[in-house]
């Protein structure tokens, strides 16, 4: 409230010098007045200036940020279905069909898109290496045991904490 004041107080008693200045038959008072007020144009131009650049800094950090999230969600998504597929089709054969080995090929690559712009890369680190003890412990015939499908959930899940 005081700076309101002040602020008031500061604009009253420049208009009032104004007022007398153009008043007067000197114009070297009235000279004054234009370079200050040139000065202060100029002054509000480099302020605006600042102000777009950080709106435009903020904007892009925003929008990575959403790139990011999103990604972030569509790995979770695929986790949880290559999760999904280990609890549904235990063995080898069962798991080996395109479709989920194609889902272990799609959450690498979007890990890798995570990992260039540093999202999580502890927990990420950790649900890469649970898929991948999945894919390198398959054997043809041999079953899917329950600590690696947990491994894969618990890495899920301390991965969907971070967002």
């Known amino acids: 409230m005081r700076k309101l004041f002040f602020l008031l107080g500061t604009v009253s008693l420049l208009s009032f010098y104004a007022g007398q200045a153009t008043n007067s038959p000197d114009l070297t008072n009235w000279n004054f007045l234009v370079q200050l007020g040139s ?62 080995i194609q889902l272990f090929k799609e959450i690498n690559l979007l890990s890798i898109r995570l990992r260039r712009r540093n999202f999580s890369v502890n927990e990420l680190k950790r ?27 618990i890495a899920i899940n301390d991965f969907s904490k971070t967002f």
């Open 127 to 153: 649900l890469e290496e649970a898929i991948s003890n999945v894919v390198d412990f398959i054997n043809p015939g041999m079953t899917i045991s329950n600590n690696l499908s947990e491994e894969v959930r």
């Open 39 to 100: 000065v202060l144009s100029g002054i509000g131009a480099i302020g605006t200036l600042i102000i777009a650049y950080c709106a435009i800094i903020d904007w892009k950090r925003h929008l990575t940020n959403n790139i990011v999230i999103s990604t972030a969600i569509e790995v979770e998504d695929k986790a949880t279905l290559f999760y999904l597929a280990i609890l549904n089709e235990p063995t080898f054969d069962e798991l080996s069909k395109e479709s989920d």
